[in-house]
């Protein structure tokens, strides 16, 4: 018996296979049809590569990335300024060559000639680039997360804790963010760019045995291995975190004073260069022995006579020299470190200035 016919449906059509007739959906017959081109079409995988150049051009624009470019400029441009000092201070910290500056001067010169004043600052440079990038703009960033959330303590009550009849009140008030951050900054520098203060060491006092940057990384490593790079970490680490503090909180709190004493909201240029220069110079002052039994760890190996422990070095220098000793190289050091704190400053402000105003423009 042949089915009786139905009237055609707009969404569906007939197909007839011998006397039966089936109903196929209009979808299934679009794919049955055969395609306008003589081929099939070929299977194809799409990827869409997603599109990084916002969240790029977003973070470069970011407050953090200007202070970190800032920092690594204006130290890049302070080592170019200051290389020679920077030279004769590290010969008079480990005790090599002459006793006082100026013949110190006469005694590179005579040696190596006036680029022996830059010796070791291809490396310098290479070094302080990154160690000032790091230590600027993590003062900066724990900076102001120390001082949000001081201020947020502040809102918020201070947790308590009463231990019998004696109540404890926990309370960031006497706390600086300026030194907190000091220290930080000092830390995270430290641990990251070590290894090129070990080489700029190296190629400074010890010109003839370390004559190029890739002989001196060749022969510390057949020396000692990695753990070479990292020679004299702790007692470095031991003497930049008084130094890194105190340079930083004096800093804070000179310019916050000069301010207030002035009414004004900002230092000028020579203002922060004062700032600076007696900042650096009282935070050298302050922990300049630790910075010459540094210098005898990390070079003593050099002359023959390591000794085993910052403790050691100071008690050597003391046996050696007297206490005077302790403060050898002082004066060259505050020579170097004056200028160079208050250039660093100087150019770093400038810097900032020009780079976030142009960031909060864009």
Known sequence: ?????????????????????????????????PSSLSSPRPFEVRFQVPDFGVPIRDFLR?????????????GAMTKAVLAPLETIRTRMVVGVGSKNISGSFIEVIEQQGWQGLWAGNGINMLRIIPTQAIELGTFECVKRAMTTAKEKWKQNESPKLQIGHVNVNFSLSWISPAAVAGAAAGIVS???????????????????????????????????????FYAG?????????????????????????????????????????????????????????LEVARKRLMVGALQGKCPPNMAAALAEVIRDEG???????????????????????????????????EKRML
């Not at 970011?62 to 204006?74: D, I, P, Q």
């Not at 990251?192 to 010109?207: G, I, M, Q, W």
């Not at 975190?241 to 340079?247: A, D, E, G, I, V």
């Open 1 to 33: 018996m042949t089915p009786k016919a139905t009237a055609p449906s707009q969404k569906n059509n007939y197909r007839v296979f011998g006397n039966m007739a089936l109903v196929v959906p209009k979808e299934l017959e679009e794919l049955d049809k």
């Open 62 to 74: 970011t407050r953090e990335v200007g202070e970190f470019l800032s920092g690594a400029l204006a």
């Open 190 to 228: 430290t641990l990251a760019c070590h290894p090129l203060e070990v080489l700029k060491d190296r190629l400074t006092v010890s010109p003839d045995i370390y004559p190029s940057l890739s002989i001196a990384i060749s022969k510390i490593y057949k020396d000692g291995g990695v753990g070479a």
């Open 233 to 289: 970490i702790s007692p470095t680490l031991i003497g930049m975190l008084p130094y890194s503090t105190c340079y930083y909180f004096l800093y804070e709190k000179l310019k916050i004073s000069y301010c207030k004493s002035k009414k004004k909201k900002s230092l000028n240029r020579p203002e922060m260069l004062l700032v600076g220069a007696l900042a650096g110079f009282t935070a050298s002052t302050i922990s300049f022995p």
């Open 323 to 357: 206490l005077m000793g302790l403060y050898r190289g002082w004066g060259a050091s505050c020579l170097k470190v004056m200028p160079s704190s208050g250039i660093t400053w100087m150019f770093y402000e400038a810097w900032k200035d020009i780079l976030l105003v």
